[in-house]
């Protein structure tokens, strides 16, 4: 898959592309400024409509909006990454990326894909250095 664009209401635009054979990831932009991305499994975004692709980007963007260190927060090592990631609800973890104490990223997945990418650190790696491109 290509990376697609689809433009939301009040400069809200995502794009979106396949990042392996199991994964879409969704880059969201707001006025043209990088909002950070999600990604998800394929075949839930499959099942996504407009509304819900809407829903799901205005979702991320207030978690960016209103990040705060959470009281839940785990951490992980993983090459030269340090993360924090947290259970934002039931379905959703966000993950904020740091190298050298510097936060250098941030996304959201769903649970499934991201209970996945913690079993296999490879993976995980791979995921991590696509988001922060």
Avoid at 73 to 86: D, F, G, M, V
């Amino acid at each position: 898959m290509e990376k697609k664009v689809k433009k939301f209401k009040e400069g809200l635009q995502i794009s979106y592309y396949e990042f392996s054979k199991d994964i879409v990831c969704v880059e969201v932009y707001q006025h043209g400024k990088n909002m950070g991305q999600f990604c998800s499994d394929v075949s839930y975004f499959e099942e996504w409509d407009e509304t819900d692709l809407l829903q799901l980007t205005e979702t991320h963007i207030k978690q960016v909006k209103n990040a705060k260190i959470p009281s839940n927060k785990n951490r992980k090592k993983i090459a030269q990454y340090e993360l924090e990631y947290y259970n934002h609800f039931d379905d959703m973890f966000c993950v904020n990326v740091y190298k050298d104490d510097t936060q250098i990223g941030a996304f959201c997945s769903d649970r499934y894909s991201f209970e996945e990418w913690m079993e296999e650190e490879g993976a995980l790696l791979s995921v991590i250095e696509s988001q922060i491109e």
